[in-house]
T-cell receptor
Framework: QKEVEQDPGPLSVPEGAIVSLNCTYS??????FMWYRQYSRKGPELLMY????GNKEDGRFTAQVDKSSKYISLFIRDSQPSDSATYLC???????????FGTGTRLTIIP | NAGVTQTPKFRVLKTGQSMTLLCAQD?????MYWYRQDPGMGLRLIHY???????AKGEVPDGYNVSRLKKQNFLLGLESAAPSQTSVYFC????????????FGPGTRLTVL
């Protein structure tokens, strides 16, 4: 079983819709949670990060962590065609100082 | 600032050939990483470095070697390439602690025939 599970999609939604992307993790030692965005044939770039359970908002993006159920979510409001990319969740374990990535969800926003 | 750059962008090798991938960063970062990205497998850590002159194994180190002779450069070597090493390779760097944001390069697409 992978330490971080993520539905690979692909996911296609119409422009303006709310997008929900999700991951689950198995290791309670994970303490730091991130979402990276990767455009086609580019390297990943950090989108958002959070340390604690709850919500963190940045513009149209909201990251949500529920440590009790080991569930990580990213919500995109008013989705735009420029949001079309692969989204990777990642978790950091301060114990072994390792970053573990999900497999990524490919998202397409249809104009 | 160029950020993180990788050389080359593309390469095709025959089984058994060797090559070196170069990663350079101009952000004075201490930490540098090499990942490979394969469909359905996500990003997997090959080797990493916590500072000039140091290297350590990641999740999938077999068949690869690395060197960090200068702080700004991190080299990934394949001594005898195998088809299983066909992948997209990404280099990343982080500032002063491993939990800092990792900045990724544009990737190297390697095909081993």
């Amino acid at each position: 079983q992978k330490e971080v599970e993520q539905d690979p999609g692909p996911l296609s939604v119409p422009e303006g819709a709310i997008v929900s992307l999700n991951c689950t993790y198995s290791n309670s030692a994970f303490q730091y949670f991130m979402w990276y965005r990767q455009y086609s044939r580019k390297g990943p770039e950090l989108l958002m990060y959070t340390y604690s359970s709850g919500n963190k908002e940045d513009g149209r993006f909201t990251a949500q962590v529920d440590k009790s159920s080991k569930y990580i979510s990213l919500f995109i409001r008013d989705s735009q065609p420029s949001d079309s990319a692969t989204y990777l969740c990642a978790t950091f374990n301060f114990g072994n100082e390792k970053l573990t990535f999900g497999t990524g969800t490919r998202l397409t926003i249809i104009p | 600032n160029a950020g993180v750059t990788q050389t080359p962008k593309f390469r095709v090798l025959k089984t058994g050939q060797s090559m070196t991938l170069l990663c350079a960063q101009d952000m004075n970062h201490e930490y540098m990483y090499w990942y490979r990205q394969d469909p359905g497998m996500g990003l997997r850590l090959i080797h990493y470095s916590v500072g000039e002159g140091t290297t350590a194994k990641g999740e999938v180190p077999d068949g690869y070697n690395v060197s960090r002779l200068k702080k700004q450069n991190f080299l990934l070597g394949l001594e005898s390439a195998a088809p299983s090493q066909t992948s997209v390779y990404f280099c990343a760097s982080a500032s002063s602690t491993p939990s800092d944001t990792q900045y990724f390069g544009p990737g190297t697409r390697l095909t081993v025939l």
